[in-house]
């Protein structure tokens, strides 16, 4: 079972789970949601050594306000809380809660915190936004898609060493109970829109945007290597600081870190169930509407506009205060989403070519030179071309991070994905049988796309260790996969087959 066991948790086997039981100690086994497949035995039941929760750390226990990056350990408790969500891995969780309404709780205490930190860098300030309905109307009705308002380069709001040692600390800035009470509706509804897939679910979702918030508070600048976070107190915190644009002013701004975390969320609402080329065959609605990144497009239009009904007003002004702010708020929300779609071709191009000129080793860093207006401006562009690149790179490995986390998580989304594929084929919306290819697609997959995404995101140093701790485990999942991959697609088979009849 060893290449089914999680890091620092221990693994069960049926019949020491029924010795404990046989001695009294129930209470000290966790049964997996799902079954593992072991090579030449199929199918079979483990369980979890439960672990005791870890206190809660205390205000007390921070010894410093701000901690390097580098320093920043993301604990066990936290790391598994979403995926004992997502995978049903928690035994503990009270059953009158849904998986679904776990999931949306969760999201919710994350975004809260976010807004928490936006309102506090203001100040403390939410006064309403009536003034704004007239934009706020207009965005995004132009005439053109949602695909033509992306731009390469996002001028992201700055912030300077005075203002953020002054800044309020975000726990002491309440969202409201109205703003609250419409956060929590308005992802109640998100969660509703997806449709029930197998993979490209709310579940996806919300493992999306965990994976997303880990990232956040992993960058650091390149040459600098002290991007700051502050220290976490609760699992679902994403308290980041950065004096002076050590991440490209990513993480200075607690709107573009809502706006990205936000996108995580709503990426795939409504999603068919089938890849976007399938739509254009089909000629659908909104394949007729959009042309390309179909998908991606219509899940910005669903989200946004009902983002901005009348009854979310509260949690928009928690958002944004200022007519800057919300358009940099959609352009951030565009330009996260569309980068999701990692099929289309010219796309991809087109993201290579701008990674290149940002981190190209020849590029001369404009900063080095700031001797007048110009140069400053020039300085500003470089740094925000690499933070919109950058925040495209972290939603695109966040989307397939499952394919660089442990060996059985890769696995149970693996299983899931190829479950969607299947039975679309099966449905008639697939041109080919995808269990033929699928073991050779995916070292494919990993030679292609994920290895090369994970060797990006290393060479660049933004994410620090987390850069290297992705390349490790897609390499570690490749090799896993060449070797247990034609079985475990056999069983895919079989297993599809049996809950089919």
């Known amino acids: 079972m060893e290449h089914t066991g999680e890091r620092n948790r221990i693994q069960l086997s049926q019949a020491t789970a029924d010795m404990l039981t046989e001695a009294g100690l129930a209470q000290w086994i966790l049964p997996r949601s799902s079954t593992i497949f072991v090579k030449g035995k199929g199918d079979m039941q483990t369980y979890w050594l439960r672990k005791t929760k870890a206190r809660k750390a205390k205000a007390s226990d921070v010894k410093s306000e701000m901690t390097p990056v580098a320093e920043y350990v993301e604990t066990e408790e936290e790391s598994e809380s979403i995926e004992e969500i997502v995978l049903g891995f928690d035994g503990d969780t009270d059953q009158a809660m849904t ?45 053109g898609t949602v695909l033509d308002e992306f731009t390469p380069i996002i001028p992201l709001k700055r912030f300077d060493a005075d203002h953020l040692r002054a800044r309020r600390r975000p726990s002491s800035v309440e969202i409201g109970d109205a703003a609250k009470s419409q956060l929590r509706t308005y992802l ?99 394949a007729q509407i959009y042309k390309k990144s179909v998908a991606e497009q219509n899940s910005v239009e669903l989200a946004w506009e009902m983002l901005m009904s009348d009854e979310y007003s509260s949690l928009r002004a928690c958002i944004y205060q200022t007519e800057s702010d919300l358009r940099r708020f959609r352009q951030l929300v565009v330009n996260t989403v569309m980068a999701t779609d990692i099929v289309d071709k010219e796309l991809q191009a087109l993201r290579k070519n701008r990674w290149e000129v940002a981190f190209s080793k020849v590029a001369s860093h404009p900063s080095s030179v700031t001797v007048d207006n110009t140069s400053q401006d020039q300085a500003l562009e470089h740094d925000d071309r690499k933070a919109t690149i950058v925040i495209e790179h972290l939603i695109q490995a966040s989307d397939v991070s499952h394919t660089m986390q442990h060996w059985q998580i890769y696995r149970e989304w693996n299983e899931r994905f190829f479950k969607e594929c299947y039975r679309a084929y099966k449905e008639g919306r697939a041109g080919s049988d995808p269990s033929e290819n699928w073991y050779e697609g995916e070292i494919g997959f990993f030679d292609f796309y994920v290895i090369p995404l994970a060797k990006k995101l290393q060479s660049c140093g933004v994410f620090g260790v987390s850069s290297d701790e992705y390349l490790t485990y897609a390499k570690a999942n490749r090799e896993e996969w060449v070797r247990e991959g034609e079985a475990m697609v056999q069983h895919y088979l079989e297993k599809y087959n049996s809950e089919q009849q």
């Open 99 to 143: 998986k679904m309404q776990r999931l949306v709780e969760w999201n919710v205490e994350v975004l809260t915190s976010l807004l928490q930190q936006i309102i506090a860098s203001r100040g403390g300030v939410v006064n309403e936004i009536g003034s704004l309905s007239k934009v706020e109307r207009s965005i995004g009705r132009s005439g």
């Open 188 to 286: 109640s509804q998100i969660a509703g829109m997806y449709q029930d897939n197998p993979f490209h679910n709310f579940q996806h979702a919300s493992h999306v945007t965990a994976s997303v918030k880990k990232l956040l508070t992993r960058i650091v600048k390149v040459g600098e290597g002290n991007g700051l976070a502050e220290r976490q107190l609760q699992a679902t915190d994403v308290n980041l600081v950065d004096l002076v644009g050590h991440s490209y002013g990513i993480t200075s701004d607690p709107l573009t870190q809502f706006a990205v975390v936000f996108s995580a969320i709503i990426h795939d609402v409504d999603h068919p169930g089938v890849p976007n080329a399938q739509l254009v065959k089909e000629r659908t609605r909104n």
